[in-house]
């Protein structure tokens, strides 16, 4: 199975059906037009990008398994690899598949190191972050990796967040979920904060009250007015976990005391974490010492490694082979050489 990237024009070859006085059947015309496409896709395998046989077809196109691991409709994923261990990809707000331009190497690098890479959907995923929260994130990210331990005896998960990705992370491992067990180790990759950047648009102090009122009034679960959040509907709940201090989605502002930090991400201190910091982030403002920050944020998880991307914007697409060597060491060195068995 391919999944190709939206943006990317897929070929056309020429039909039968496009040529009116072809005197064939418009059922020999359709036999022949997927000849033509099954020869341009055999033909697209065999380039630099992966091969007959690797992860990837050509640009934007990842050859592997989709598969339902969950009952919801949207609980869709997509597997390159047929390996024991897997990297679970887990995207920020309004992401889905193929969401980093980083992401079509790292299938290759897994791929020659005997690992999976995974994307996901899940009710947070796309539009549908606004509805959702942190606490059913986790619920079905502990339903993939329960389907990877059951249905292919998994050895272990490696989790790489991206974004408000990481703050998924987070909260899940603090769960101490049965399936967490099997995360061998969490990459962090851009953990920003949305709190302090929602500040930076206007409108977001009165959108936090009514949010706050709303709440307090019951309303939790009734969406705020459009203009708060123009790209998806969004409940009062999420607008304040996501925009308001101290929500349950503000795990890595630049304002919390150590103390504060450390309450948050403590727990990440029984996991091997790698922080990966865009020092060119469009998302964090200018107002905020990055260096100071992302040192912060290691000391809160007990010793996080840290990988400071020099000029890296938020989703690296400036920093991709820098990104694909960064993750690639810490899933070398951590991965299942010397790993126990979870469940022993």
Same mark, same amino acid.
């Given at each position: 199975m %391919? *999944?190709? #990237?939206?943006? %990317?024009?897929p070929s056309t070859p020429s039909s039968p059906l496009q040529t009116t006085s072809s005197p064939t059947s418009w059922f020999s015309g359709i036999v022949r037009s997927r000849s033509a496409v099954a020869k341009t896709f055999n033909s697209a395998s065999g380039d630099n990008f992966g091969g007959g046989c690797g992860p990837i077809n050509d640009k934007h196109q990842f050859r592997g398994v989709m598969f339902k691991y969950g009952p919801k409709p949207i609980q869709v994923a997509f597997k390159t690899g047929d390996y024991k261990q897997q990297v679970i990809f887990i995207g920020g707000l309004t992401d889905g598949f193929l969401a980093t331009e980083y992401?079509?190497?790292?299938?290759?690098?897994?791929?020659?190191?005997? /690992?999976?890479?995974?994307? @996901?959907? @899940?009710?947070?995923?796309? +539009?549908?972050?606004?509805i959702s929260s942190l606490k059913q994130d986790a619920l079905e990210i502990d339903q993939l990796i329960s389907y990877f331990i #059951?249905?292919?005896?998994?050895? &272990?998960?490696? $989790? $790489? !967040?991206?974004? =408000? !990705?990481?703050q998924n992370i987070v909260y899940y491992l603090r769960t101490n979920a049965a399936c967490s067990r099997a995360v061998r180790a969490a990459i962090l990759q851009a953990p920003v904060s949305d709190r302090e950047y929602k500040a =930076?648009?206007?409108? %977001?102090?009165? *959108?936090?009250? $009514?949010?706050?009122? *709303?709440? +307090?009034? &019951?309303?939790?679960?009734e969406l705020m007015p459009r203009e708060s959040n123009p790209d998806s509907p969004i409940t009062a709940?999420?607008?304040?976990?996501?925009?308001?201090? #101290? &929500?349950?989605d503000d795990m890595f502002s630049s304002h919390f005391s150590e103390d504060e930090l450390k309450q948050r991400l403590g727990h990440m201190s029984t996991t091997p974490t790698l922080v990966m910091f865009s020092m060119a982030d469009e998302n964090v403002p200018e107002y905020v010492d990055k260096k100071a920050l992302v040192n912060r944020l290691c000391r809160a998880m007990g010793g996080a490694e840290k990988v400071e991307m020099e000029h890296g914007i938020h989703s $690296? +697409? #400036?920093?991709?082979?820098?990104?694909?060597?960064?993750? *690639?060491?810490?899933?070398?060195?951590?991965?299942?050489?010397? /790993?126990?068995?979870? /469940?022993?």
């Open positions: %391919t *999944m190709e #990237n939206s943006d %990317t024009k992401l079509e190497p790292l299938a290759i690098a897994l791929e020659k190191e005997h /690992w999976s890479l995974v994307q @996901f959907l @899940f009710s947070s995923s796309y +539009s549908g972050y606004g #059951n249905k292919e005896e998994s050895e &272990g998960v490696v $989790l $790489l !967040g991206h974004s =408000t !990705g990481c =930076t648009l206007p409108g %977001t102090a009165e *959108m936090i009250d $009514l949010a706050s009122k *709303m709440i +307090s009034e &019951g309303r939790g679960s709940y999420r607008y304040h976990s996501l925009c308001a201090y #101290n &929500g349950d $690296l +697409s #400036n920093r991709v082979e820098e990104a694909v060597k960064s993750i *690639m060491e810490i899933i070398r060195r951590d991965g299942p050489k010397g /790993w126990e068995d979870p /469940w022993s």
